[in-house]
């Protein structure tokens, strides 16, 4: 049996950055969100986010690769939100993903850094978002991925 015990915070912004993701509507996808994670073994520990990307923090089950653990909540929230009456202006996911890995001792940090996502916004917009938190995960920021 594998073990593993290793955070994943994972961000998943709207094509062209559309801020087509109704905060009205949100509880409905977070909880599809929910259910996928928790089909594929994995536990949820907190989703949130904004008009134009939502926030992941979760747990991966050791027989899935993360790529294709990413896809397929891609592609089930994409064709679902297509089809929902909540989310008319959703045309889809952009082509990438972040994910970055923490330690399960930063996850209550973790947990209230995106419960607090509209506030943080208040100061902070997604890019710059985005890029600090490459720059804070030792990466360099490719360009490509933030127009």
């Not at 949130?48 to 653990?69: K, R, T, V, Y």
């Not at 592609?75 to 939100?81: E, F």
């Not at 995106?114 to 920021?141: A, C, F, Y």
Request: net charge negative; glycine share 4%.
């Amino acid at each position: 049996m594998s073990y593993t015990q290793i955070l994943y915070h994972i961000v998943l912004r709207t094509q062209r950055n559309e801020s087509s993701i109704s905060q009205e509507n949100v509880p409905s996808l977070y909880k599809y969100v929910w259910g996928i994670i928790k089909n594929k073994k994995g536990t949820l520990y907190r989703i949130n986010g904004m008009e134009d990307h939502i926030h992941i923090l979760c747990d991966l089950h050791p027989s899935f690769a993360l790529a294709d653990f990413v896809k397929s909540i891609k592609v089930a929230t994409s064709l679902w939100m297509k089809q929902s009456p909540y989310f008319p202006d959703f045309c889809g996911w952009e082509e990438g993903y972040a994910a970055f890995t923490y330690s399960y001792k930063e996850k209550e940090t973790l947990i209230n850094y995106i419960k607090n996502q509209q506030i943080h916004h208040q100061e902070e917009d997604t890019v710059s978002e985005l890029k600090r938190l490459w720059i804070e995960n030792g990466m360099e920021p490719d360009m490509r991925y933030f127009t």
